[in-house]
């Protein structure tokens, strides 16, 4: 079946009601797509962006045995979960530690299910063992405020990957929704340097496109990208260009494509969308330098009437706090409904297998490449040169 034949039954409005919406699997019983991907119980499978759990979970309660059971079904080896607060330096930091203790919790209460992610060998350990490791990120670098040394007390505490800004300005820099385009500024060129130090990884989603290619030239070893769209085929502030993806490939970074309103300018976005932008990042980075970061939980939303309105209300809130970008709309979910399952990011492989991407290229995208990148960043040893672009 061509993308444009599924766009065509998978098309519906944000209005439609789910079992209106098929999912990718639902389609591929009714049909017999081509490839050969043999699924990826042998892969590292990683999602630079997301959360274990229920879109509608209440804060800080205990994991559901749903979320547990999903995250189990995943097939995810590991997953980047946001730990600090945004767009607030009055209580980002406070925050940010409860979130940690809170994952911290839930990982002693389910240690056959969770594990931590420090280091290259604990993303071996948790493929092993059948685990979901959690990567404990920052989406906004507010939590460190004006203190460097605060690098050191989050590197402790298991933070591993640090976003420089969210959408606004702030003392790192100007984020994508900034109309100054300020760029990096001396302490935000401080705290790269602090990082590099350190081994933990530079993240530039949310970041203005100043700040995007100055932070890469700044930063001594390869950094990621974890959660964005291209802007060749939607022009929105939260994707990135050409020059910024291949400027980051030619560092030996890392780019993962979200499932997000973003991926288009109007309308709501489906798996060929998805495919779409990871076809053109490919073709603009190469192969090495391409993942997944779906911006997500690992859960399936359930598309219902309470889910709508929590939706309308987070999108209210936040464009009050001001931190909303171009594409955010109650009537625009934050999901790709064909591809609402816990293995999603199988059905991706299998969707890219039947467009004739190879197996190898296929392991790469959903994982390979960042677990790469973690092994070159978190490592003391000097990051091996970034490997050749493959197209």
């Given at each position: ?62 994991m ?36 940690i ?5 839930q ?5 056959e ?39 050191a ?23 994508c ?44 070893v ?61 073709r ?10 779906s ?55 299998h ?41």
């Amino acid at each position: 079946m061509s993308l444009d034949r599924r766009r065509f039954l998978l098309g519906m409005s944000a209005a439609a009601s789910a079992p209106l919406w098929l999912s990718m699997r639902e389609v591929f019983a009714k049909t017999e797509p081509g490839g050969s991907w043999p699924g990826y119980a042998g892969a590292t499978v990683i999602d630079a962006l997301g959360s274990p759990g229920e879109y509608n979970a209440e804060a800080y309660a205990p994991m559901s045995a749903k979320a547990l059971a999903d995250a189990r079904a995943s097939g995810l080896t590991a997953i980047n979960v946001t730990v600090s607060g945004v767009g607030s330096y009055a209580t980002n930091t406070e925050e940010t530690i409860r979130n940690i203790a809170y994952w911290n919790a839930q990982i002693a209460a389910h240690p056959e299910a969770l594990c931590l992610i420090r280091t290259a060998a604990d993303l071996d350990r948790a493929k092993r063992d059948g685990r979901l490791g959690l990567v404990y990120g920052f989406q906004d670098a507010t939590p460190i405020g004006e203190d460097l040394d605060r690098v050191a007390l989050f590197d402790e505490l298991g933070v591993r990957v640090f976003q420089l800004t969210y959408n606004r300005r702030n003392l790192i820099g100007d984020g994508c929704l900034e109309p100054g385009n300020a760029g990096l500024s001396t302490f935000g060129q401080q705290l790269i340097e602090r990082l590099n130090e350190r081994h933990l990884l530079v993240d530039l989603s949310h970041a203005g496109e100043r700040t995007t290619r100055e932070a890469i030239a700044r930063s001594k070893v390869p950094i990621a990208i974890t959660h964005t769209g291209c802007a060749a085929l939607a022009a929105l502030p939260r994707n990135k260009t050409d020059a910024e993806l291949r400027a980051l490939a030619e560092k030996g970074g890392v780019a993962g494509i979200y499932l997000m309103p973003f991926l288009r300018e109007k309308g709501q976005p489906m798996a060929d969308d998805l495919i779409a932008h990871i076809e053109h990042a490919v073709r603009t980075c190469g192969e090495e330098h391409v993942g997944i970061g779906s911006d997500g939980t690992i859960s399936p939303i359930d598309f219902n009437a309470e889910f709508k309105r929590k939706h309308a209300e987070d999108v209210a809130d936040r464009r009050a706090r001001g931190i909303s970008a171009p594409g955010e709309d109650a009537n625009v979910y934050t999901f790709v409904p064909d591809l609402n399952s816990a293995d999603r990011l199988d059905t991706v492989a299998h969707l890219l297998s039947a467009r004739g991407h190879s197996d190898s290229r296929i392991a790469k995208i959903i994982g390979g490449n960042f677990a790469r990148l973690f092994a070159q960043t978190w490592s003391p040893a000097p990051a091996t040169p970034p490997p050749a672009r493959k197209v």
